[in-house]
């Protein structure tokens, strides 16, 4: 039999021949061998990449290379933190603080204060130098504002310190000042890792690579014989399969559905995001002077601006139970105008869905009980912050039957939102223009240790439902609520710009676990 090869140094191929440069690995087996040779001595990494002008990064890809082998080589990992200058600490190195700037920029006899926000340093040091008493502001001198200096000499405390730091002599400014200046974004913390290189109980500066593949050529020559292969690990997990990942808030919205479906609910269409001001506003009784369908509230459509028709019939009992009463009601007693109602707008509410199908439910020659939900995208013309946006989505369910009291839409919204793991529920009186009774409902927040708004519910007014043409003995129970509000507290999201739109974290999309609201 023929003597075994010696080993090849890690990173050398079989036949590549002698004369090949050491690799990153080898470089630094032997330097390792050479400068740790007493017991628990080591090496840095950082320190050796340094010594052998390699990148840092590039000697920890040989240092995980080595550590995959065995015992070669161990590495604990090391961090330590040190302070570095910002760009902006670098230009107040080399030109001085923004205060002393221009509290020496700024001439004796003082500037106006809009021609001293104009000089060097001027619209960042004015409150800095304020706060330090070196400027004093006359509101009342001939020709506005004028700032003058109130001390004859400053002393650039802050450009000294950052000098200090870049010298390495941390340890000489004191910590208030270090945080003062990391609060002004003038230094930076930044944590170095690196790893503690030692001898492994099978150290040695010739390390056979372990192959990964038996491939062609190897069979051919018989190399395979001289080499040593990586074990095959049969527990490892393959590669997840590239595919594409749903957003919270449709996750949440399945799981809303679901619990609509196992309630007996039927969804309803809800394609319209244009509507007319008619089925938006005035088919739910919402005067035609509501503040809710002024310009600042509202998105109205400036082509088409108009809807081509309303329902001739429905829309006279409408214009009628506004302007004049009816069904028992004395009405809004106004001039309700046709051109408003047919006015386009983007909807405000998912209601105006749920009008539509109780007029189409009226139209049936017998009526028959339902229950619907919808769960869609609406409209209103907000100011953005972290808890509104000008579009989010509507949550609502509405069941219509004979005999339907203030106890059924308690009991149900109780089955509702225990499905959707609330239990502890308040109702409080409200008021909206198309429902009566009219209730708010609140959840007892346990993180928050207080009640919180979870939703608004009623009982659909006569004016709403007999101009329809339905009996007069059917009730209409209703509730809504947001879906970006469980959304943002089942995934501890602060800030819905960070749910939607364009501040959106892709990987949020990808990590975010499935949606179960546990009763």
């Not at 650039?156 to 002599?169: I, K, M, N, S, Y």
């Not at 679901?258 to 995001?273: R, S």
Request: aromatic share 8%; charged share 25%.
């Amino acid at each position: 039999m023929a003597p075994a090869a010696p080993p090849l140094p890690v990173g050398a191929r079989p036949g590549s021949g002698a004369a090949m440069s050491p690799s990153v690995a080898e470089l630094l087996l032997q330097r390792l061998e050479r400068e740790a040779a007493g017991p628990g001595r080591g090496l840095c990494s950082r320190e050796a990449a340094a010594a052998l002008g390699l990148d840092h990064q590039t000697l920890v890809g040989a240092v995980k290379s080595l550590q995959a082998l065995g015992e070669v080589i161990e590495a604990e990992p090391r961090a330590a933190t040190r302070w570095e200058l910002s760009p902006e600490g670098s230009e107040v190195l080399r030109d001085g603080s923004p205060e002393v700037r221009l509290f020496r920029s700024l001439p004796a006899e003082g500037l106006p204060q809009s021609d001293a926000m104009k000089l060097p340093g001027g619209s960042v040091g004015f409150s800095k130098a304020m706060a330090n008493k070196w400027l004093r502001l006359e509101k009342g001198a001939p020709g506005g504002p004028r700032v003058f200096r109130a001390v004859p000499e400053v002393q650039d405390t802050v450009q000294e310190a950052l000098r200090r730091l870049h010298r390495g002599e941390a340890e000489t400014v004191p910590e208030r000042e270090r945080n003062d200046l990391k609060r002004r974004k003038l230094l930076l913390e930044v944590t170095l890792k690196s790893y503690w290189i030692r001898k492994g109980s099978a150290f040695s500066t010739a390390v056979a690579r372990q192959e990964t593949e038996l491939t062609p050529e190897m069979l051919a020559t018989g190399s395979w014989r001289q080499l040593h292969f990586k074990p095959y690990n049969f527990a490892a997990l393959g590669l997840p399969p590239p595919a594409g990942h749903l957003h919270p808030l449709l996750k949440v919205r399945s799981e809303l559905r679901q619990i609509f479906l196992e309630m007996g609910f039927t969804e309803m269409p809800t394609q319209n995001f244009v509507e007319s001001s008619f089925w938006n506003f005035d088919a739910l009784f919402q005067p035609q002077q509501h503040p809710a369908r002024d310009q600042h509230d509202t998105f109205f459509l400036q082509d088409p601006a108009e809807a081509p028709e309303l329902p001739p019939g429905y829309a006279a009992k409408v214009k009628k139970v506004h302007s004049q009463g009816g069904y028992g009601s004395q009405g809004y007693k106004y001039e309700w105008k046709p051109e408003e109602a047919r006015r386009n707008l983007l909807r405000t509410h998912t209601t105006a869905a749920s009008a539509r199908m109780l007029y189409r439910l009226a139209q049936q020659e017998r009526f028959s009980p339902v229950k619907c939900f919808s769960i869609d995208r609406v409209f209103r013309n907000e100011s953005l912050d972290a808890t509104h946006l000008a579009e989010f989505h509507q949550v609502e369910g509405v069941v219509a039957d004979r005999g339907l009291t203030l106890g059924h839409l308690m009991g149900i919204l109780r089955q509702f939102f225990t499905k959707l793991g609330i239990s502890q529920l308040r109702f409080k009186p409200a008021y909206n223009p198309y429902t009566e009774p009219s209730m708010e409902v609140f959840s007892y927040h346990e993180g928050l240790k207080k009640w919180v708004e979870v939703g608004n519910s009623g009982i659909f007014r006569p004016e709403l439902l007999l101009p329809m043409g339905l009996p007069e003995n059917i009730s209409v129970l209703a509730w809504g609520l947001s879906l970006e509000r469980p959304t943002m507290i089942k995934y501890g999201i602060n800030n819905i710009r960070e749910l939607v739109g364009h501040r959106v974290n892709l990987q949020m999309v990808y990590d975010s676990p499935l949606c179960r609201l546990a009763a």
